[in-house]
T-cell receptor
């Protein structure tokens, strides 16, 4: 079993829709959770960074962590065509180590 | 502008040839990382370094080598021993010793075989 599972999609939504992107994980030691956005032929760009359980909001983006279910989500409100990209989740057991575990990414297309 | 610069964007390797990918950061980050990204797979760690003149193997270090002579630079050499080098290579860095800090990435180098 992979440490981090992420549905690759592709996911296609109309402009203005609410998007939900998800990852599940198996290691209960994970405490730090990240979401990255990656445009084609570019490097991943950090979107959200959260610690432990709960919600964190930044503009149109909300990151949610449910440690009891080992499940994290990224919600995008009022989706825009510029949100079309691949979204990667990542996680780590500590903030001092060097092991980060990445999902394979979900490809999202927002249709105008 | 602070950031991580990878060069070149595209690189071609002939059989039996070593090639070096450049990664430079001006973020004053101590830790630097090299990942390989293949379609349908998560990022896989090749090497990382937390301090100048010291580096550690990641999960897939075979066929690769690195150096860390300066804090801002962490070049990756793909040697002829790496039999399947075609991939997108990503360099990352992060601050350490200052609480929880995530990784930031460069824009990658795409390596192909001629």
């Amino acid at each position: 079993q992979k440490e981090v599972e992420q549905d690759p999609g592709p996911l296609s939504v109309p402009e203005g829709a609410i998007v939900s992107l998800n990852c599940t994980y198996s290691n209960s030691a994970f405490q730090y959770f990240m979401w990255y956005r990656q445009y084609s032929r570019k490097g991943p760009e950090l979107l959200m960074y959260t610690y432990s359980s709960g919600n964190k909001e930044d503009g149109r983006f909300t990151a949610q962590v449910d440690k009891s279910s080992k499940y994290i989500s990224l919600f995008i409100r009022d989706s825009q065509p510029s949100d079309s990209a691949t979204y990667l989740c990542a996680m780590s057991p500590t903030n001092t180590g060097n092991q980060f575990y990445f999902g394979t990414g979900t490809s999202l297309t927002v249709i105008p | 502008d602070g950031g991580i610069t990878q060069s070149p964007k595209y690189l071609f390797r002939k059989e039996g040839q070593n090639v070096t990918l450049s990664c430079e950061q001006n973020l004053n980050h101590d830790a630097m990382y090299w990942y390989r990204q293949d379609p349908g797979q998560g990022l896989r760690l090749i090497y990382y370094s937390q301090i100048v003149n010291d580096f550690q193997k990641g999960d897939i270090a075979e066929g690769y080598s690195v150096s860390r002579e300066k804090k801002e630079s962490f070049p990756l050499t793909v040697t002829s021993a790496q039999k399947n080098p075609t991939a997108f290579y990503l360099c990352a860095s992060r601050a350490i010793g200052q609480g929880d800090q995530p990784q930031h990435f460069g824009d990658g180098t795409r390596l192909s075989i001629l």
